[in-house]
């Protein structure tokens, strides 16, 4: 249960502030993501890491930067919070493209909420 | 990009009946179809996969099929149970996952 695990749990903040989202995962997968669960339960990509490096970035605003200290770690900044980024941010990770190993991992996720 | 349908949006069904969710795609060039379940305020967890190279696979009460020349994938609940309840997803995966839109199922005892 602990494979990718997400901090914090729970995020309360106000319009304007700038916050930021931790992952970590210790399956050893080379790629991590951050999908974004909205109101409605619709569950969309913004962002894939593969050994630290972007590969995708699906049009998110750019107030949002992730970043990749190293393969285990993906965080997400977001600056300047707006009522319309609150949602659940899920992180996933994936061993790899290979037969097997393209099952994707998701952690607990975030419940960001902005006032 | 990639689109994902899915249907229905909400299913009811009496407690030991089954429970079908389609999905239709747009790439033919997938060959990746995961399905997740997400129980209220819990992360999605994979519950069936399927590769391209197969049509079937079963896991216990739960199956998937796949029909590649359609484009379509469905989902097979059979002697559904209370625990059963939960959202669906159907997803489509290259190098990202591409979600349909969600089944929320309800298991009425």
């Given amino acids: 249960d602990t494979a ?3 901090t914090p749990k729970y995020l309360v903040t106000q319009m304007g502030n700038d916050k930021s989202i931790k992952c970590e995962q210790n399956l050893g997968h080379d790629t991590m993501y951050w999908y974004k669960q909205d109101s409605k339960k ?8 593969n050994n630290k490096e972007l590969i995708i970035n699906e049009t998110v605003p750019n107030r949002f930067s992730p970043k990749s200290p190293d393969k285990a770690h993906l965080n997400l900044h ?9 949602a659940v941010y899920f992180c996933a990770s994936r061993g790899g493209a290979t037969i097997g190993a393209e099952t994707q991992y998701f952690g607990p996720g975030t419940r960001l909420l902005v006032l | 990009g990639e689109n994902v349908e899915q249907h229905p949006s909400t299913l009811s069904v009496q ?64 002697e559904t149970q209370p625990e059963d309840s939960a959202v ?8 990202k996952l591409t979600f349909g839109t969600g089944t929320r199922l309800t298991i009425i005892p």
């Fill in chain 1, 78 to 86: 977001i600056n300047s919070l707006e009522l319309g980024d609150s």
């Fill in chain 2, 15 to 78: 407690e030991g009946d089954s429970a079908v969710i389609k999905c239709t795609y747009s790439d033919s060039a997938s060959n990746y179809f995961p399905w997740y379940k997400q129980e209220l305020g819990k992360r999605p967890q994979l519950i069936i996969d399927i590769r391209s190279n197969v049509g079937e696979k079963k896991d216990q009460r739960i199956a998937v099929t796949l029909n590649k020349t359609a484009k379509h994938f469905s989902l097979h609940i059979t």
């Fill in chain 1, 42 to 49: 619709f569950l969309k990509i913004m962002f894939s890491y």
């Fill in chain 1, 4 to 6: 990718v695990s997400q």
């Fill in chain 2, 88 to 95: 669906y997803f159907c997803a489509v995966a290259d190098e």
